[in-house]
């Protein structure tokens, strides 16, 4: 049965999922085994259907911190933030632990919906525990969660205790930077990110295009424009064309968005768009 809820839960076979759960409950073993209880929470919450995984989660007799992080875990990704904070504080009174993966699900919840407050308060446990030093994946949620919540010099505090800086954390912060239109702070973090050795990705790329097109750094879009060349990334990743289209088109210059516009292979509305917007931006309405 758990084999069979794990794999219901990876290809959202959620009718075949319930055949299960009723077999299940039909011998008995959903109060008695712990293990299958948690397999049909989290296949439950994996197809979005958070109310069933709650019931099943309230018929339990017995939780564990697996229990809690399946709940939480559903309740994260199909939007449901509050409800995955109240479970965090549920499962303090439930006398369970939080471990990493509590942590990283609650963390994102607040950076969604920018509960700073409580994320400081995970903050305080998670480094109580020793976690910042441990686990990566916790620390740059950490980052995130500041950063999404526009507390950029506590993300870069936190970044700055990382024992570890990878293309995800400094990506984080760089994005953050570039959310909150510190656009300059962005660009020096993307310099320092490659003095470092670390390579950037398409997400590095696109987050920096748009600190150059929002501060107007023409030079650093040059530059960082032949670096996705000599990658190969403009007739293969659209995102980054777009943003490229988008950051030439901001800083007046419509012929190299143009150059950029005709290199690619499929154009979407937001290349169009990119386009039209500096055209009319520079007052070239005839072009639009």
Known sequence: FVCALKSCAGMRAVVKGQEIHVEVERMGLLKSNLILGNALVDMYAK????????????????????????????????????????????????????????????????????????GEEIHTEVEGQGLLE???????????????????????????????????SWNLLISGYTEYE???????????????????????????????????????????HSEIERQGLIETNLVISNTLIDMYSKCGLLAKAQGVFDLLPVRDVISWTALMAGHAQTGECEYV
């Open 182 to 224: 510190h656009g300059e702070e962005a660009l020096r973090c993307f310099e320092q990110m490659k003095v470092k050795g670390v390579s950037p990705d398409a997400v590095t790329f696109v987050c920096s295009l748009k600190a150059c097109g929002s501060t107007g750094a023409m030079e650093k879009g040059g530059e960082i």
């Open 134 to 168: 441990q686990d990566l994946i916790v620390g740059s949620t950490l980052v995130d969660m500041y950063a999404k919540c526009g507390s950029l010099v506590k993300a870069r505090q936190v970044f700055d205790l990382l024992p570890i800086h990878d293309v995800v």
């Open 47 to 118: 197809c979005g259907l958070m109310d069933l995984s709650q019931e099943v989660f309230d018929e339990l007799l017995d939780r564990d911190v697996v229990t809690w992080n399946a709940l939480i875990t559903g309740y994260v990704e199909h939007g449901y933030e509050e409800e995955a904070i109240n479970c965090f504080d549920e499962m303090g009174l439930d006398h369970i632990s939080p471990n990493a993966t509590t942590f990283i699900y609650t963390l994102k919840a607040c950076g969604n919906i920018g509960a700073i407050e409580k």
